[in-house]
């Protein structure tokens, strides 16, 4: 939480890449300090270094690439890095009961050296680039990222006209939350963070091994199947992000996550009611399997909708509360998952699908389309609503 509430800061100060390069650095000793544990501090010391950059990389990773890629394939692009995080998962879950622990600590930190060394190859944000006031390196950025033979002028000038119009009025960036331009952006950000862990997601994330074996379910066929379903399903999020859209995307992935709490309800509640454990392990079974088939359709779409509703001079500010509001409501959520789950197996999920059906009404009130526009198009959606 710490790590997300200063992610859009430390963004802002010493620039997209450099947050990354960062993250990635702490990562890597987190990584290391597990491995190497001499004692249970070492332990502590490396999952809280985990912790904290894992909280600036998801914002800070999410707003770069929407801020260095074209609006045509940006939602796509953007939605890869779901995928490689079920590939990670489906990994952990696969070998994680057959490699001994350090040894997977030490395979952790293979990513994380990749992207380091990826990072001093790859340019700044160009629209961080324009809003610290650094003109050459932001067309030298642009034309690396566009190619050598594109013409950047015109998007050049659009990045530069929309910054300069973000501050003509030299206000603390806290109080620009609080202005009525900016309430739609701010509501959907916030709003998005507030409500998504309350469906349950990382609660059960957490908890699915004693969900299956409290079902009667096989749990460790269950979850390698639960591991392995979450990359196909986010690979074709990724493939349809750009073709569909944000909004009918994230409320087919709602709906999904819906359908999949309710069928994991009915099978609790079959089980209550001493009906066949067959039928109602398979239920929850069913459930489970299209829950996170849907979690993984559709779990990085707030992050992509949330670095790109921002406009830029409220993004650092805005992304880390919204970050910090996620991960603090996820933890809640975990904290209090087994105690719900406990009270009534069946009534938890079901509070959980109700929750999912909130969110949809939510996206069909507030949510725009962004599919295929560029970053100051969506800042002129807000401009057009305040007048």
Known sequence: MLGAIISGKVADIIGRRGALWFAELLLIIGWLAIAFAKGVWWLIVGRLLLGFSTGVQTYVSIVYLAETIPPNIRGGFTMASQFMACAGIAVMFSFGNIIPWRFLALIGTIPCIIQLIGLFFVPESPRWLANVGRQKELEASLQWLRG?????????????????????????????????????????????????????????LLYASSIFDTAGCNVGIATTTMSFIQIPFSVLGVLLMDKFGRRPLLMVDLAGACLGGLLIGVGFLLQDLKLPVDLSATTVFVGMQMFFAFYAFGAGLPFVIIAEVFPMNIKGTAGSLAAFINYLNSWIVAYVFNFLFKWSSAGAFFIFSIIYALLILFVLKMLPETKKKSLEEIQALWTQEVH
């Open 148 to 204: 050598k033979e594109t013409d950047i002028s015109q998007e050049a000038a659009e990045i530069q006209d929309c910054n300069q119009s973000l501050y003509k009025q030299p206000i603390s960036r806290f109080q620009e939350l609080l202005e009525t331009r900016y309430a739609r952006p701010v509501s959907i950000g916030v709003g998005l963070s507030f409500l998504l862990p309350w469906g349950g997601s990382n609660g059960v």
